[in-house]
């Protein structure tokens, strides 16, 4: 080990690059990270999770959206909502967690080494400086990628910052645009899409497949729809672009079946883009595909065997929450240390207006399974809490096995989803049964009440199947 300056070098300070540093110092072992100063936390600090997710919540903030049921349809907190507006709490933010990630890895003894790195060979990564041209060259037992990824931009299409701009791009606008056109209509295209509805923007949402988000409940994604156009989005399926023509006064987007959508804005949504084409790869014995993708095994072991990816370089679900899981279990694989996971049972949150959140399967996986099921149902209006917040719409749907009554998909749409989600993955992740959650007590009034209500749904309709069959 004295050859080397390191125990684990990651490189990346995203979620899974953290967790996967301090992880390593937590057993015992000397780690470090790379990264370029200006990007602490990466991605997710920076540019991606944390700054859309508060938007979203200024946005909710100030155009009072979800007060509208209570205090009518002309509430708003401020009538001129300017981007200044929304960017003040979004760097607030921002600057604070990239302290606190600061704090975590000095008080953990993890090295920060400010830079970009390269593979000289599969133990040697040679760091250089922004404001430098001389490299730093370190040395390492084991390494960790975790440089995540970037918006994946079409070669035909000529980004300018303010008229066509990519999901990074957005949150540098000089002004709330009057209307919009996202092309793409996957997790970061309807979050975007749906922001800039509750402002008032006019958004025509262009996806060339025939559906939105179809690796979740189609229900769910019924219901997040019909609150979209509720709020005048426009969507057009089965739609590719063939061109995007800007001027001073805007643009036109023009599809492949002809039509001509015109807006102040263009946005792309178009996928990501792994962030490995200045990683020199080859000179580690390792490859990536053409979305700049990293292949691993199950232990996040790439190709050469002390060399790990995580995160969003790996592909999906690319979500900061399983990046951080996959950083703590390569940090433990890699010093052959034992360590258990539930990555299995893992939640997928959506952060549109509204919110949507699941856990397990849907209906669709579960028919296409041959596996019998039951729905239990609960509705927020039904619900006490669900008047009080101003929640007419959202839902929580269980899918309960009717042979064993474990659960076996939990999806919620509405207020808080994302944070509801947790105690139906709770129940399953402990293998739990339908009747666990009818015999809970709940607070009274909150919206995890819908989880008794559901599970009372589902139970009744078990036991009027077992009536007339037993």
């Known amino acids: 080990m004295s050859d080397y300056d390191y125990d684990l070098l990651v490189l990346g300070s995203g979620p899974g690059g953290q967790k996967a540093a301090i992880a390593a110092a937590k057993l015992g072992y000397r780690a470090a990270v790379v990264e370029r100063r200006h990007m602490l936390g990466g991605v997710c600090i920076n540019t991606g999770t ?19 049921d209570l205090y009518g349809q002309s509430y708003r907190v401020k009538d001129d909502i300017t981007i200044q507006d929304l960017l003040s709490r ?4 921002i600057g604070r967690e990239v302290e606190i990630i600061r704090s975590q890895l000095f008080r953990n003894g993890v090295h920060l080494i400010h830079g970009t790195g390269r593979f000289v060979d599969d133990h040697t990564v040679a760091v250089r400086p922004h404001d430098s041209d ?20 079409p070669p035909e299409v000529a980004f300018d910052g303010q008229h066509i701009v990519d999901s990074d791009g957005i949150l540098a606008l000089e002004k709330v645009p009057a209307s919009m056109v996202v092309v793409g209509a996957g997790v970061i295209g309807v979050e975007y899409a749906s922001m800039f509805a509750a402002l008032g923007t006019r958004v025509t949402v262009v ?6 988000l179809e690796f979740c409940d189609s229900e769910i994604v019924e219901a997040l ?76 072991r790439t190709e050469v065997e002390h060399i790990y990816a995580v995160g969003d370089v790996i592909g999906f679900p690319a979500l900061a929450s399983t990046s951080m899981e996959q950083g703590r279990l390569a940090a433990y694989c890699a010093f052959d240390e034992p360590v258990d996971s539930l990555l299995a049972l893992q939640p997928i ?26 729905v239990g149902v609960s509705r927020y209006r039904e619900l006490a809490r669900g ?27 509405g207020t808080t989803a994302t944070e509801l989600v947790h105690i139906g993955q709770a129940i399953m992740t402990c293998g739990g049964t339908v009747d666990h959650l009818v015999d809970t007590v709940f607070n009274y009034p909150t919206l995890s009440e819908a989880y008794k209500i559901a599970a009372l749904d589902a139970a009744n309709k078990m036991r009027a199947v077992e009536r007339l069959t037993g």
């Open 225 to 300: 729809k019909f609150h979209l156009r509720d709020l005048s989005v426009t969507f057009r399926f089965g739609e590719s672009v063939a061109k995007v023509e800007a001027s001073e006064r805007g643009t036109v987007t023009t599809l492949e079946s002809g039509k001509r959508i015109p807006a102040d804005t263009v946005m792309y949504s178009a996928g990501r883009q792994g962030t490995t084409e200045t990683l020199d790869l080859h000179n580690a014995g390792l490859s990536a595909d053409d979305r700049g993708r990293i292949k691993v095994g199950p232990d996040f």
């Open 387 to 413: 008047q009080i917040v101003g929640d007419s719409y959202g839902m929580l749907k269980l899918l309960v096995s009717t042979e064993t009554r474990q659960l076996l998909g939990v999806h919620v749409f």
């Open 207 to 212: 996806e060339r497949r025939s559906q939105m």
């Open 349 to 374: 949150g959506i952060y549109s207006i509204p919110e949507i959140s699941y856990c397990g399967q849907t209906e669709d996986q579960l028919t296409k399974s041959s596996v019998p099921y039951e």
């Open 90 to 93: 979004t760097q607030h933010v």
């Open 134 to 153: 001389t490299d730093r060259v370190v040395r390492s037992s084991r390494i960790v990628i975790a440089t995540g990824t970037r918006p994946a931009r």
């Open 50 to 68: 944390v700054p859309s997710k508060t938007l979203r919540e200024a946005v909710l903030y100030l155009t009072g959206l979800n007060m509208r």
